[in-house]
């Protein structure tokens, strides 16, 4: 069983202003709770008994929430205090904190519900370290909440994802949630990189797999997003 995960709390949120003028985008309140309590509340629900957490942006902020917020779990601090380092770099950094075992990886500002089955149980039970390397989290376009944007992958009948092509649009956005093997996270090509390098060396090796999502997903990257999350949420 997956026990670990990483939450990805260390941004600037520039989309989010002016509300992270003041304070951490995570720490940012929707349906009467910080987007990263969501999470952290998404995380124990799947059997998540530690999680390590990217800090930067009023850091000692986020750091101090967490201390009241643990739910059960060890909560380990991966500090980027002195150099914001993006998503892959941000995994590298944690590397020693996050274990030799397959891990999760969920961003703290994207919200998502539960479908029929409880989220992270379903990809467990898909998750084979024989044939993958990731395990994205994926939901359909038109399902995609708040996002604007033109998608991100194509997945055939297996699972095994592709890219979106330049110029078009692919049917599955990310929700920022996934499973990774420690095993992929490998020649970091700088301290400062994306996790797209890391998805593109697995797509390569025919090693990226996706699921899609069956329950509610929301792009909360805005203020704007707020109020139409927390009424879809209110109303169902």
């Known amino acids: 069983m997956i026990d670990t995960a990483m939450l990805m709390a260390a941004g600037l949120g520039k989309r989010m202003r002016p509300l992270t003028a003041t304070r951490p985008k995570p720490l940012v309140k929707v349906a009467g709770k910080p987007l990263m309590d969501h999470a952290l509340a998404r995380l124990a629900a799947g059997g998540i008994q530690k999680v390590v957490v990217n800090v930067h942006y009023l850091a000692d902020t986020v750091e101090a929430h967490l201390h009241a917020q643990r739910d059960g779990m060890q909560v380990l601090i991966s500090d980027e205090r002195a150099k914001l380092l993006e998503t892959g770099g ?28 409880e989220t992270l149980g379903m990809m467990q039970r898909l998750w084979n370290p024989d044939r993958m390397d990731a395990l994205l989290l994926l939901v359909p376009l038109a399902r995609a909440h708040c996002h604007t944007g033109p998608g991100d992958f194509h997945m055939d009948a297996s699972g095994r994802l592709s890219r979106r092509k330049p110029a078009h649009v692919a049917p599955f956005v990310f929700t ?47 203020p704007r997003a707020i109020p139409i999350v927390e009424s879809m949420l209110a109303h169902g």
């Open 176 to 222: 920022g949630v996934q499973i990774l093997s420690p095993s992929l996270l490998v020649d970091p090509p700088s301290d400062v990189f994306s996790t797209n390098i890391f998805w593109n060396r697995a797509i390569e090796a025919g090693r990226l797999y996706g699921v899609s999502h069956q329950g509610l997903w929301f792009d909360v990257g805005t």
């Open 90 to 117: 941000g995994l590298i950094h944690a590397r020693e904190l996050l274990g030799d075992k397959p891990f999760f990886c969920a961003n703290s500002d994207n919200l998502w519900i539960d479908g029929p089955q």
